[in-house]
């Protein structure tokens, strides 16, 4: 079965920073590019950022550009995201993803996690 | 960065019932658009990608359609646990973007 876990979400202060990981299991993890996407309390679905399946080439939401950083470890099957300079409006859950087909850039999202929560709160 | 807009924010409609759930793009996206399906306190579910191909799994009650700047989803006879909110996405161009949404509520 594919299953992506999330961790890492907790509480953290203004201007504080916070790495969330995301253990895949039961498909090529290195195969597939991954993306996080966030959701604020009764809000929805945010875009955050994307990394090929070889970590190469990343891509970010303009919300998030110069502050957080997606990387990947194939040979954990783990994806990441290291948030610095966190605000309150990066209060949120969030969900990593992965995309429908293996190489290319083909990002829709067929397998989501639960979600980690990130609370940015003084 | 391309906006999506959907319509309506609510539609309220009654079991058995056809829903038509629509998406405009601001700029073409081809036919890179996608549906997802959100119930509460879960993760979203993938239903259509690239405009008009069922996910796997997803039943035959849900279709997809359109190009360039308009899209529908149909759900052709609703089921009780089709209620949700559903969200489409393009993929055309970064950076990847989501509609706001409609929820799908039981008149």
């Not at chain 2, 359609?65 to 308009?70: I, L, P, V």
Request: glycine share 10%.
């Amino acid at each position: 079965e594919v299953q992506l876990l999330e961790s890492g979400g907790g509480l953290v202060q203004p201007g504080g920073s916070l790495r969330l990981s995301c253990a895949a299991s039961g498909f090529t993890f290195s195969t597939y590019a991954m993306t996080w996407v966030r959701q604020a309390p009764g809000k929805g679905l945010e875009w955050v950022s994307a990394i090929d399946h070889s970590g190469g080439s990343t891509y970010y939401a303009d919300s998030v550009k110069g502050r957080f950083t997606i990387s990947r470890d194939n040979s954990k099957k783990t994806l990441y995201v290291q948030m610095n300079s966190l605000r309150a409006e990066d209060t949120a859950v969030y969900h990593c993803a992965k995309v429908g087909r293996p190489y290319g850039d083909f990002f829709y999202m067929d397998v989501w996690g639960k979600g980690t929560t990130v609370t940015v709160s003084s | 960065e391309i906006v999506l807009t959907q319509s309506p924010a609510t539609l309220s409609l009654s079991p058995g019932e056809r829903a038509t759930l629509s998406c405009r793009a601001s700029q073409s996206v081809s036919n890179y658009l996608v549906w997802y399906q959100q119930k509460p306190g879960q993760p979203p579910r993938l239903l259509i990608y690239d405009a008009s191909n069922r996910a796997t799994g997803i039943p035959a009650t849900f279709s997809g359609s359109g190009s360039g700047t308009d899209f529908t989803l149909t759900i052709s006879s609703l089921e009780p646990e089709d209620f949700a909110v559903y969200y489409c996405q393009h993929r055309s161009s970064w950076p990847l973007t989501f509609g706001q949404g409609t929820r799908l509520e039981i008149k």
